[in-house]
């Protein structure tokens, strides 16, 4: 299973970016999807998690700016990200686990979001 992501870019402190995750391949059901970001430097933590029955999972320095969402007839997932901090910077990593042709944890590439003034 392949995933494709886009969206991340350069924004300007308090500004918002839609980061989105399109998963590819034979899929029989998705158990969650996710994003992960990694700093330079720093390790890949988990940002937000959403699994199949809507239930939703975030780190707690995004909670209340970030919003996880998932279009499961296309088997994408969405981040919306606002208030955006210089903090925020990272490469972020959207993440899928499921059963298609096997079980599968797939990971995307990243896509670079940039915070400064």
């Known amino acids: 299973v392949q995933l494709q992501a886009s969206g991340g870019g350069l924004v300007r402190p308090g500004g918002s970016l839609r980061l989105s995750c399109a998963a590819s391949g034979t899929i029989f059901s998705i158990i969650d999807m996710g994003w992960y970001r990694q700093a330079p430097g720093k390790q890949r933590e988990l940002v937000a998690v959403?699994?199949?029955?809507?239930?939703?999972n975030y780190a707690d320095s995004v909670k209340g700016r970030f919003s996880i969402s998932r279009d499961s007839a296309r088997n994408t997932v969405h981040l919306q990200m606002n208030s955006l901090k210089p903090e925020d910077t990272a490469a972020y990593y959207c993440?899928?686990?499921?059963?298609?042709?096997?079980?599968?944890?797939?990971w995307g590439q990243g896509t670079l979001v940039t915070v400064s003034s």
């Open positions: 959403i699994d199949g029955g809507g239930v939703t």
């Open positions: 993440n899928a686990r499921g059963i298609g042709a096997k079980d599968f944890v797939s």
